[in-house]
């Protein structure tokens, strides 16, 4: 971005190179020729970078901008000064995505840290694992016996691959992943230090034998373009499987238990937290440090915020949220009532004290 310190620096460009590749009305065409040579955020852009606005909460940074020129739709053009060049766009923040996506391609699937073609001289690789040409592995990693890795896969530095694991084509195996019991499509993106496929909490409790193991014989499926973040954990099933859908997005640190299904091209924000044998439907959402019960079954569309506990299940495209979750109108009324009785109580109490 505004220092490119670990990526390609992006090629040279006039603004009416970004006008066209963006679809931008560049609205002073005399500036067609300034030079952009890179992107950057409102507050710390610079005469030659290109930055973006479409959001209230930013106008102080876009009023002290230093930047070169501006992706702002035509709502908020009056607001830009004078001195940085306007680009309008019906969309700033797709326009810059687009544009973003064009020059730092190499940012959006991880390349081999080390440099490496082929296969690493310290890689362990068992004989009868199979490899496609043009898979990558990286060096410490090791392949286990009767695996098999699609073309253009990259594992990465001490990755661990068991026994069978079949991964498709074009995917990536960050470091210190560890994947077992596990069937993984094409183009899967898995971050580094995730443990996918390891046992489910499984166990009949408080026993005459103490807490007693179940044994977890599923295994997880992972269908294509899934995006899996930095030290995710997902349980293959105890009896069925594990599944994630196509398209599916999951950030950091998520859990996700044993035998839950998730749709297809939902979105799953950090530190989540999803009990086992849950069903997910299509295009669900998912805010930071939701946690989900087991059992229960979250409708297609559905939406939750931020830190809601779910302990029922949710029809599809509801909008829940809270402790415990309920639907978001719901929620919000009560607040409002506690906060106005606790007001209401403060202010009966002042009176009494005063009479």
């Not at 409102?42 to 901008?65: I, R, S, V």
Request: include cysteine; glycine fraction near 12%; hydrophobic fraction near 45%.
């Amino acid at each position: 971005m505004a220092l490119p310190t670990f990526f390609r620096t992006p090629p040279a460009s006039t603004l009416a190179d970004i006008a066209a590749s963006t679809g931008a009305y560049l609205a002073d065409p005399s500036r067609a020729g300034h030079p952009i040579k890179g992107l950057a955020s409102l507050d710390e852009a610079g005469p030659m970078h290109l930055t973006f606005f479409d959001n209230l909460k930013y106008a102080d940074q876009l009023a002290a901008t230093r930047a070169g020129a501006c992706l702002v739709s035509a709502r908020f053009e009056a607001s830009v000064p004078a001195h940085v060049a306007v680009l309008r766009v019906a969309q700033p923040f797709r326009a810059f995505v687009k544009l973003a996506r064009a020059w730092h391609e190499d940012a959006l699937r991880p390349q081999s840290w080390f440099g490496c073609e082929g296969i690493a001289p310290s890689a362990i690789i068992d004989p009868s694992a199979r490899l496609e040409d043009g898979v990558i592995v990286e060096p410490l990693a090791v392949i286990g016996a009767n695996v098999e890795i699609g073309a253009g896969t990259v594992v990465g530095a001490g990755a661990v691959i068991g026994p069978g694991v079949k991964i498709g084509r074009d995917c990536n195996v960050g470091a210190r992943t560890a994947i077992q019991c596990s069937l993984i499509g094409n183009h899967v993106l898995i971050h580094p230090g995730c443990s996918i496929g390891q046992d489910g909490y499984g166990f009949l409790f408080f026993s005459a034998e103490g807490h007693v193991k179940v044994p977890q014989t599923g295994r997880v499926l992972i269908q294509n373009d899934v995006e899996i973040g930095a030290g995710t954990t997902i349980d293959r099933g105890s009896l069925r499987d594990t599944v994630i859908g196509e398209g599916t997005k999951i950030d950091n640190q998520v859990q996700i238990g044993h035998n839950v299904t998730i749709g297809r091209r939902c979105l799953l924000a950090a530190q989540i937290g999803l009990a086992g044998s849950l069903t997910i439907g299509d295009n669900v959402a998912l805010g930071a440090k939701v946690g989900i019960n087991n059992h229960l079954k979250i409708g297609d569309g559905a939406q939750v915020t931020a830190m809601s506990a779910v302990k029922d299940d949710i029809p599809p495209n509801g909008r829940w949220g809270g402790h415990f979750a309920k639907p978001t109108r719901q929620w919000f009324r009560e607040i409002v009532a506690v906060e106005r009785l606790v007001r209401d109580e403060a202010a009966k109490a002042k009176d009494e004290g005063q009479t």
